[in-house]
């Protein structure tokens, strides 16, 4: 057992970026406990000495969230498969667990995560922790997973995650605790078929509610330069249209859910997501595209990316009690995306947008309370379990608190 004597923080000199390069922090300590006890003792330490604690999993977050002057604590050294049922299909996890190396174990013992979004380098807690999500009219975001596990709360002490707090703690952002280890809900291994199509935007934006439907999952990629479209499509093998109206098919791939939902990226972006009600997708898009090429097309360099996500129940959820479009702006990260970024956000909130918690956007508390029903009920929980707000930085109290 590590006692609290025993075990000291680890100063740090170095500054930490997030993986775009637009982040940069510099905090006093850096942790990556390898062990629960190791983990309360660091934020006994923390508490006692009045310093922020904040998780930084992979630190593929676009904003501040990740950020913290005082300690920073990695969960790289607790991962992997810790236990699993496949007839009951669930597993617990080590919270660092990163997508990819989860889907290969997963798999390897006949379950699997009902999506991924397009990158999966992530932790399995920071996707849980921001709601990341694929696409799917049918398929919630990975938060819906969490069904139990366990975390560090602010006095130091291991709780498990039980049913009283489990729809705050999906989406919570590190503030309730830290997660150490994640209970899963799953499904057992399947294969996709993964197809690609080029097409124009005038071809093809007709057609996609019908093909959404249809689909088991449909995403749809826009680029301002060329105006023109790719359709991502994945459906079991067998299933899912063979030809698309003024499309060509450019990739065919097939293979278990966890090798084909998501693709390795070389590209850094940094990247600005809002998700508005499931009806308002389309107009809402075409407004932007309208303004980004009337005012945004020189400078802009990547693509702009259409998905659906289900309705949900977590508290903080962007697709919390409805279902959802999500638009999501990138821009090369050697490209400046201020002017953008703001202009796209005028918009996005006109139709009712929620900000995905780990993309940029600039809304503070007072504005965010009112586009979240359960927004006091998940403030009275967070406040239940960490009164002194041991997990909320500065940022973190602007987001959530408004101080």
């Excluded at 934020?43 to 630190?59: E, F, I, S």
């Excluded at 280890?181 to 197809?195: M, S, T, V």
Aim: glycine fraction near 8%; hydrophobic fraction near 35%.
């Amino acid at each position: 057992m590590i006692t609290d004597r025993q075990r000291s923080l680890h100063p740090n000199d170095a500054e930490i970026s997030n993986w775009s390069g637009s982040i940069s922090f510099r905090p006093s300590y850096v942790e990556a406990p390898r062990s629960e006890e190791a983990m309360c003792a660091i934020v006994r330490q923390a508490a006692r000495r009045g310093l922020k604690v904040r998780p930084m999993g992979r630190r593929h977050s676009s904003s501040l969230i990740i950020a913290t002057d005082d300690v920073a604590v990695s969960m790289e050294n607790m991962c992997g498969l810790i236990n699993h049922d496949t007839e009951e299909r669930w597993a617990l996890v080590g919270a660092g667990t990163d997508l990819d190396d989860m889907g290969r174990a997963l798999n390897e013992v006949g379950l699997a995560v009902h999506n991924l979004g397009d990158i999966n380098v992530q932790t399995a807690v920071g996707a849980i922790s921001t709601c990341t999500h694929g696409s799917g009219r049918r398929l919630t975001n990975l938060a819906t997973m969490l069904i139990g596990g366990r975390m560090v709360t602010a006095d130091g002490e291991v709780q498990e995650i039980g049913r009283d707090i489990l729809h705050a703690a999906r989406g919570s952002m590190g503030t309730l605790g830290l997660f150490t280890a994640l209970k899963l809900r799953l499904l057992p291994r399947y294969r996709l078929r993964r197809r690609e199509w080029c097409t124009t935007m005038d071809e093809c934006f007709g057609q996609v509610e019908e093909l959404s439907r249809g689909s088991r999952n449909l995403d749809m990629y826009w680029y301002p330069r060329s105006d023109r479209a790719k359709l991502r499509m994945l459906d079991p093998p067998g299933e899912g249209p063979e030809r698309i109206r003024g499309a060509k098919l450019v990739m065919a791939r097939e293979g278990w859910s966890n090798e084909v939902l998501s693709r390795k990226r070389t590209l850094r972006f940094d990247e600005m997501e809002y998700a508005m009600p499931i009806e308002a997708g389309p107009e809402c898009f075409l407004e932007v595209r309208k303004r980004v090429m009337e005012h945004h097309r020189r400078t802009v360099g990547w693509r702009v990316l259409y998905r659906y996500v289900a309705s949900d129940d977590a508290y903080l959820s962007t697709a919390h009690g409805r279902d959802t479009v999500t638009i999501s702006l990138h821009q090369n990260n050697t490209l400046p995306y201020d002017a953008y970024f703001n202009d796209m956000e005028e918009i996005f909130l006109r139709y009712g947008g929620r900000p995905h918690w780990g993309k940029k956007h600039s809304l503070s508390a007072e504005e965010l309370e009112p586009l979240y029903p359960k927004w006091a009920e998940f403030r009275r929980i967070r406040r239940k379990l960490d009164p002194e707000g041991v997990f909320l930085t500065d940022y973190m109290s602007r987001l959530l608190e408004g101080r």
